[in-house]
């Protein structure tokens, strides 16, 4: 299948770090994306990492790839109230260069 | 235009009626796809085009929701015979081929079936 899967919802307290999780299926996706839906308005790409890349950082984001178990992370540090959004993962899979999202992470900020 | 445009922004019909939504994607990009979001809901994916390649049409929920795309460019969703469960958020996105191929998201169609 080509299921992307990720939990529904994560609460966490303002200043604590936030982890989201997904898993994808396709072991020859090239690039896998972060992208973060704000309450009332469209997705925007936050971050993305390339299939031969670990980890990547970027301000309060760290991505974690562990290409073998098909498994991707979004680290958020120092989570504020502003981050409260829906977040989804994407893959691009190799086959067709189709993009597959999952269902979104519902992130609560409790401050 | 600069960014993905869907139109229109937001549609109340009667059940039963027909409804056309409009997606104009960012100039040469090949790929297209439709989502649905139901409210405070995940995505659904429903249709994917890619350059002159049969549509995956794998998502349509049921033989009442159809799409085109005129030209490689302009596409089209249609869904006969409204349904209350048909109301939903209807994104449009868009995305080149080759690298990095961020998808660009449209600001969606409300639709509202009453």
């Known amino acids: 299948g080509e299921d992307v899967e990720q939990s529904l919802f994560l609460s966490v307290r303002e200043g604590d770090s936030s982890v989201i999780n997904c898993t994808y299926t396709?072991?020859?996706?090239?690039?896998l994306y972060w992208y973060k839906q704000e309450p009332g308005a469209g997705l925007q790409l936050l971050t993305y990492?390339?299939?031969?890349?670990d980890m990547k950082q970027d301000q309060r984001l760290t991505v974690l790839l562990n290409k073998k178990d098909k498994h991707l992370s979004l680290r958020i540090a120092d989570t504020q109230t502003g981050d409260s959004a829906i977040y989804f993962c994407?893959?691009?899979?190799?086959?067709?260069?189709?993009?597959?999202f999952g269902a979104g992470t519902i992130l609560r900020v409790k401050s | 235009g600069a960014g993905v445009s869907q139109s229109p922004s937001n549609k109340v019909t009667e059940k039963g009626k027909d409804v056309e939504l409009r997606c104009d994607p960012i100039?040469?990009?090949?790929?297209l796809y439709w989502y649905r979001q139901s409210l405070g809901q995940g995505l659904e994916f429903l249709i994917y085009?890619?350059?002159?390649?049969?549509?995956?049409k794998s998502g349509l929920p049921s033989d009442r929701f159809s799409a085109e795309r005129t030209g490689g460019s302009v596409s089209t969703l249609t869904i006969q015979r409204t349904q209350q469960e048909d109301s939903a958020v209807y994104l449009c996105?868009?995305?080149?081929?080759?690298?990095?191929?961020?998808?660009?998201f449209g600001q969606g169609t409300r639709l509202t079936v009453v």
């Open positions: 996105a868009s995305s080149s081929l080759g690298g990095n191929t961020e998808a660009f």
């Open positions: 396709d072991s020859s996706s090239t690039y």
């Open positions: 990492i390339f299939s031969n890349m």
């Open positions: 994407a893959e691009k899979q190799e086959y067709g260069n189709k993009l597959v």
């Open positions: 100039s040469g990009h090949t790929a």
């Open positions: 085009f890619q350059g002159n390649s049969a549509p995956d």
